[in-house]
């Protein structure tokens, strides 16, 4: 017996259950194409970009949180008491030293539950494949005391006016983390590379807008790319023996490369990074002559040094057209999140991992399949890992389970959002900027937008302190949806009226 008084060491920890937030406002990136005065396709062929999540102004990091924290609980049925760990993964900050794990404590101190340990993770990115690690590490340790671990991980992705701004974006989502899972993540699979470098960061925190140096930041995100999947293969070859005999292990060679996985996907800032990386991860296993490329392919790459390709296009573009099949099997699946919503920093590689769950026409398919997952934090912090599939023999929580829960997110996705224009875009980032740090604070915009059981923020006090309510439609006697005002009208009223009164002060 160990110390937290269990017999056996908990097995296949991993991905219980899910839930995703959906923010119900979104930009079409055709129309800001048009709206911005640039080429057409710029952003829907040259980012590969479709639409673009926005939140209210009833809607911050902690609300984001907060909700799908709570729909994770009512959803699974699990009890605030068996959770006993709760890290959190933002680089979303509103608060320079209290937590948003602190602020999620709400749902739990009502239910007498105030021992849950984890804290927030920050790292660009990166802080939601941490906390994630984080709670992984806690089930595998001797401090294991039998109960779940919760990862909650979000951002709001906002950019100042010009180039960058159509990468923005906003998601968040809860994972339920314990043993016997349907998506285990596989043990002794895992590459790190760390270094310091000044490719994305916020250093002024006055301001909602990070300083981007985009050709850096590609060429760092190529570099962690290579030297974590090098990492990698030669990880899981000294790893297979001892694996061969478990659940966790499908290898029947020791030969690891992009044909060992039913989906390699990526931290997706955009979606046309997602294809360019595949295609770089097909350049290395060309240089390593991996067998499931015709060695008449694999000749003129054989001397090639990886090292010394970083920023050559030409070759890129073609690695892109070879590895074009590849693309379309093993990550394009996982993209129609992103494509949909944009960039959601922390959790972007997870809703990639949900949208390739839901691909497969039934949870049979993906048992026993892996999944080759690589994780990016500007700075920078990168990971790359594997998951595996599995049936479990309990019904609580299975694949069927899982992807059903995904699925409800993509029905939100497709049927419960409104889009605005552009132009309203830009006014609603305008508020926000001119509205961060402003108090007292009451959100004014449009609650249309909100739906049962979404949390939001409520006020912030002349002190800061931010206070949140939950959203029942019943409660909302003013609504009648056969004589509703159409919610881009409600905008473009919203901010006539916003201009006129501004107007009548001066």
């Known amino acids: 017996m160990n110390g937290t008084g269990y017999l056996h060491r908990p097995s296949s920890v991993g991905i219980l259950a899910c839930e995703l937030y959906i923010p119900s406002l979104y930009v079409d990136q055709s129309a800001l194409e048009t709206y911005d005065n640039v080429s057409k396709g710029k952003y829907t062929i040259g980012l590969g970009q479709q639409r673009m999540s926005i939140c209210s102004d009833h809607e911050d990091i902690c609300s984001l949180c907060l909700t799908v924290l709570s729909r994770l609980l009512d959803e699974t049925g699990v009890h605030p008491q068996q959770i006993g760990r709760l890290d959190v993964g933002t680089e979303t900050l509103i608060d320079k030293a209290k937590s ?31 906390a994630i690690f984080n709670a992984i590490h806690w089930i595998e340790s001797s401090f294991w005391d039998g109960r779940y671990a919760v990862v909650v991980m979000g951002d709001i992705a906002v950019y100042a006016k ?9 998601g968040a989502c809860a994972l339920l983390i314990g043993p016997n899972a349907p998506v285990v993540f596989e043990s002794g699979c895992r590459a790190t590379h760390m270094a310091h470098v000044y490719d994305f960061y916020k250093p002024n925190l006055n301001s909602l807008y990070p300083v981007v140096d985009g050709h850096l930041s590609v060429q760092c995100f190529t570099s962690a790319l290579d030297t974590c999947y090098t990492q990698f293969c030669t990880k899981s070859q000294m790893n297979h023996e001892s694996h061969t005999h478990t659940h966790t292990s499908t290898l029947t060679s020791r030969e690891v490369n ?8 990526f ?32 000749e003129k790459y054989k001397n090639l040094d990886i090292r010394t390709l970083v920023n050559d296009k030409d070759l890129e573009r073609d690695l892109v057209e070879q590895s074009k099949e590849l693309f379309e099997q093993k990550t394009l699946p996982g993209l129609y999140f992103s494509q949909n919503m944009g960039n959601m920093y922390t959790p972007s590689l997870y809703y990639s991992l949900f949208a390739f769950l839901i691909s497969q026409p039934t949870e049979e398919q993906l048992y026993g399949r892996r999944i080759l997952l690589f994780s990016y934090g500007s700075g920078l912090a990168s990971s790359m890992y594997s998951v595996v599939c599995r049936k479990v023999h309990e019904c609580r929580f299975t ?7 995904i699925q409800r997110a993509r029905n939100r996705l497709d049927n419960e959002r409104t889009a605005l224009t552009p132009d309203l875009l830009d006014k609603l980032l305008l508020e926000r900027e001119e509205n961060d740090h402003t108090v007292p604070f009451i959100p004014k915009q449009p609650n249309e937008t909100l739906k049962s059981g979404d949390i939001y923020l409520k006020s912030i006090d002349k002190n800061h302190r931010r206070y949140y309510d939950k959203f029942i439609a019943n409660d909302n006697s003013e609504r009648n949806d056969d004589n509703a005002k159409p919610i881009q009208q409600l905008y473009t009223e919203y901010f006539q009226n916003r201009q006129t009164s501004s107007d009548t002060n001066e």
Do not use: W
């Not at 709400?106 to 802080?127: K, P, S």
């Not at 694949?399 to 829960?405: D, G, V, Y």
């Open 258 to 265: 992009l044909s060992t996985f039913a989906a390699v996907l």
């Open 162 to 170: 010009g180039n960058a701004r159509p990468t923005g974006g906003a």
């Open 399 to 405: 694949l069927a389970q899982l992807q059903r829960s």
């Open 267 to 298: 931290h997706t800032p955009y979606v046309k990074l997602a294809q360019k990386s595949l295609a770089r991860l097909y350049l290395n296993d060309l240089i390593r002559a991996c067998p499931y490329i015709a060695n008449a392919t694999t």
């Open 100 to 130: 948003i794990k602190t602020v999620l404590m709400q749902l739990f101190v009502d239910h007498n539950n105030t021992a849950v340990e984890g804290a927030d993770n920050i790292n660009a990115c990166y802080g939601g494949t941490a």
